[in-house]
């Protein structure tokens, strides 16, 4: 099978404008993946699935992956003119600082889509779709009419993850309900507090049954008894 | 009872029966209890298991699974109930007569099992409607359903016809439907039925 760079400037040649990036992957598989653009999306997909040389047509897994946003803290060199005295002359001097730096990273939402091929049997080609943000552009192109396998998974990331796929035959929830607001996979989702605590809980657990008993004591009021020692 | 087990013992061998109506009624309704067809994930294949050659349920008078919730004496919750189906085996458990049963199969059906800190499982169905047997396992074996149901069949023996004890279609009192719960926007409304299921109060 052809390399990933190969089939990126084999995409760059068949569809204009198409923008594959190649996100690598530093296990021992190596199994590095192509980030499409959403605006050519679809057309690249029609290219992979129709292309005699690769003719990936079969779909075998999509799923979705949740990115948070990320604060980096990095150091930079800057190189700053400075007047010093030098030799009882004041002078123009340039120096170097270290400064640190933050920004913050905006999260996204990934749609991951695994491709094979029977006729040829090789594969996978993993290819990787991202959203604008995590909040209001939240939408990619459904490849449903490329992989008609995609269509139930495109519907549980949709669930799951909350992408709109545009161009999906029946983008309806899977998993959950009609009425249901949150998207359970999302990394900030919080559950509804409908656990019984067990009297051993320990990490995790712990911190959301005192989080929980604390909520309950400031709705019980200040008449209970239990103090924050007894929690351990 | 009013009459010795001996006595009875020795009019027995002498060709008389004598008995109660309640002895006679709990002997039939223990003896010929159907379970409703229906499973819910992977103790459903123990459950059919059980009803196989094999462990062969039927030598219990229960080899008739109904497909009607009219026509079932007892519910076998075999599996996990996720919340999008509890409503659904409420409603089903809601449309049993009475005399009904419930029998809590594996570790999801009687607590959310390894689900419980998840968002989509319910955490037991007796939560939502009274359970008479639990049976704790991942899946239980058919052994384990076996002997819950034997189990049941001496609770159902043990019943008065009168009395505080009696079961509750013998009660006008008794609660005979349970709410069923609604989709929320967040969870199912109300996370549990407060008569059925008390919010359990840890002490330390």
Known sequence: M?????????IQAAVPGAQVEIVPNGSPSGQHSLLLDAQ????????????????????????????????????VKVTR?????????????????????????PGYLEAVYHLYSMAKKHGPVVLRMRTGNR????????????????????REIFDLFGIIFTGHPDLRRILMWDGFKDHPMRRDYVEPDDFEYEPTAHDEVLARAQAHRAAQQGSAGAGAQTTAGAER | MAVDEKLKIELGKQGILVTTLQELYNWGR?????????????????????????YDMARFGAEVFRPSPRQADLMIISGTVTKKMAPQVVRLYNQ??????????????????????????????????????????????????????????????????TGEQRPPHLDEKAQGEFPVPK???HDLEPSSNPGVWPVPITIR
Not at chain 1, 3 to 8: F, H, K, L, T
Not at chain 2, 45 to 50: C, D, H, L, Q, S
């Open chain 2, 30 to 54: 223990r003896n010929s209890v159907w379970p409703m067809q229906f499973g819910l994930a992977c103790c459903a294949i123990e459950m059919i298991a059980t009803t196989m050659a094999r």
């Open chain 2, 96 to 161: 049993m007569a009475e005399p009904k049963y419930v029998i809590a199969m594996g570790a999801c059906a009687i607590s959310g099992g390894p689900f419980k800190q998840g968002y989509n499982v319910l955490k037991g169905i007796d939560r939502y409607i009274p359970v008479d047997v639990h049976i704790p396992g991942c899946p239980p074996r058919p052994e384990a359903l076996l002997q819950a149901f034997i189990t049941l069949q001496k609770k159902i023996d043990d019943q008065r016809l």
């Open chain 1, 81 to 105: 003119t400075i007047t010093k005295t030098v030799d009882g002359v004041e002078q123009p001097v340039e120096e170097t600082v270290e400064e640190t730096r933050k920004h913050v990273q």
């Open chain 2, 183 to 185: 989709y929320g926007e």
């Open chain 1, 135 to 154: 909040t209001d552009q939240v939408e990619l192109p459904s490849l449903t009419p490329i992989w008609r396998s995609a269509e139930l998974q495109e």
């Open chain 1, 40 to 75: 050519h999306a679809v057309a690249v997909a029609k290219f992979l699935r129709d292309d005699g040389e690769l003719e990936l047509d079969y779909l075998s897994n999509a799923t979705g992956v949740d990115w948070l946003d990320k604060e980096i803290t990095e150091k």
């Open chain 1, 2 to 10: 052809k390399s990933v760079e190969e089939i990126q400037s084999a």
